[in-house]
């Protein structure tokens, strides 16, 4: 399962378990603009390089690298939870 949403800042790709893998997945969501942010289940993305530009990273359940992705950008990752609220 995979949303993608255009905000007032660009793109933002919103995974469920993100199976098909990210990389796929934010190609295919170019194609509507720049993307600003993801949030979901990463699975097991290896790619992290690939976060790189995005300004909003929330790795949700489902995600093995998620220690990995807060030490590489601390300053753009936000930490998910159940009843977790974010406006885009």
Same mark, same amino acid.
């Given at each position: 399962? *995979?949303? =993608?949403? =255009?905000?007032? !800042? +660009?793109? &933002?790709? #919103?995974?469920?378990?993100?199976?098909?893998?990210?990389? =796929? %997945?934010?190609?295919?969501? /170019?194609?509507? $603009?720049?993307?600003?942010?993801? %949030?979901? $289940?990463?699975? $097991?993305?290896? /790619?992290?390089?690939?976060?790189?530009? @995005?300004? @909003?990273?929330?790795?949700?359940? +489902?995600?093995?690298?998620?220690?990995? %992705? *807060? !030490?590489?950008?601390? !300053? =753009? #990752? &936000?930490?998910?939870?159940?009843?977790? *609220?974010? !406006?885009?």
């Amino acid at each position: 399962m *995979v949303l =993608k949403t =255009k905000g007032g !800042e +660009g793109v &933002v790709v #919103v995974t469920g378990c993100g199976h098909p893998g990210l990389e =796929k %997945i934010f190609e295919a969501a /170019k194609a509507f $603009g720049t993307l600003y942010g993801v %949030i979901g $289940g990463f699975h $097991g993305f290896k /790619k992290l390089e690939l976060l790189h530009g @995005l300004e @909003l990273i929330i790795p949700c359940h +489902g995600t093995i690298r998620k220690q990995e %992705i *807060v !030490e590489m950008y601390p !300053e =753009k #990752v &936000v930490r998910c939870g159940a009843g977790m *609220v974010r !406006e885009l």
